[in-house]
């Protein structure tokens, strides 16, 4: 069975860090790239970062470049959201998905219409 399961969400002020961890279970990880969503309320989901397991190859939004940092445990089947310099437009429930490795360039996995496996989110909440 496919599991994603995020964790770290939380209420945290403007200019602080939290870090969102994506465990992932029942299939080769190193086959996938890993990409963080969000979904702030009354918008649509948007990818934010996103990895490749095998090759590292990250990619960022615009919104986030500089102050997200994407990793990848490959040994724990585990990516990473490292964010910094929170502001009150980063509210939103996060996920993380799964996306079957496509030779497509760096941005492909922060596509909704390429990954392959979601998991159910957690919240993350930036006061001012």
């Known amino acids: 069975e496919v599991q994603l399961v995020e964790s770290g969400g939380g209420l945290v002020q403007a200019g602080g860090s939290l870090r969102l961890s994506c465990a992932a279970s029942?299939?080769?990880?190193?086959?996938?790239?890993i990409g963080w969503f969000r979904q702030a309320p009354g918008k649509e989901r948007e990818g934010v970062s996103c990895?490749?397991?095998?090759?590292?190859?990250?990619y960022y939004a615009d919104s986030v470049k500089g102050r997200f940092t994407i990793s990848s445990d490959n040994a724990k089947n585990t990516v990473y959201l490292q964010m910094n310099s929170l502001k009150p437009d980063d509210t939103a429930v996060y996920y993380c998905?799964?996306?079957?490795?496509?030779?497509?360039?760096?941005?492909?996995?922060?596509?909704?219409?390429?990954?392959?496996?979601w998991g159910k989110g957690t919240l993350v909440t930036v006061s001012s």
């Open positions: 990895i490749s397991s095998s090759s590292r190859t990250t």
């Open positions: 998905a799964a996306g079957q490795y496509r030779p497509y360039g760096s941005r492909w996995c922060v596509l909704n219409r390429f990954m392959d496996y």
């Open positions: 029942g299939f080769t990880f190193d086959d996938y790239a």
